[in-house]
């Protein structure tokens, strides 16, 4: 049942699905929203770690402000971006 609580229907536009987990959300079991947030928390992980090559620092702001909501964890997470760039950049 959990499983079929966070799983969303693929056959639908990318915003479509995005808005419906926000709809649906508010609805599902407690199993499925650890779940849900399990997952959310692993993925800005990897994000964060490994950011995929063609993502821009915009593509992965709105990313993180989506699935981490709220201005403290949006400015964190930008920070932690923008650290991670500069390490990065050969001087």
């Known amino acids: ?3 079929l609580e966070v799983t969303d229907d693929n056959s639908l536009e990318k915003q479509v ?7 649906h959300a508010p609805h599902i079991s407690t199993e ?3 779940v ?3 997952d959310k928390i692993s993925n ?7 950011p995929p090559a063609d993502w821009t620092a915009q593509r992965m702001q ?3 402000e989506w ?6 964890a949006r400015r964190i997470s930008l920070a932690r ?3 991670r760039r500069l390490v990065r950049t050969p001087s």
């Open 81 to 83: 971006i923008r650290l």
């Open 67 to 72: 699935a981490a909501g709220g201005r403290a």
């Open 32 to 34: 499925a929203k650890r």
């Open 62 to 64: 709105t990313h993180i």
């Open 17 to 23: 699905r995005k808005q419906r987990q926000v709809v």
């Open 1 to 3: 049942m959990v499983v």
């Open 36 to 38: 849900k947030l399990a």
């Open 44 to 50: 800005l992980r990897d994000i964060l770690a490994s």
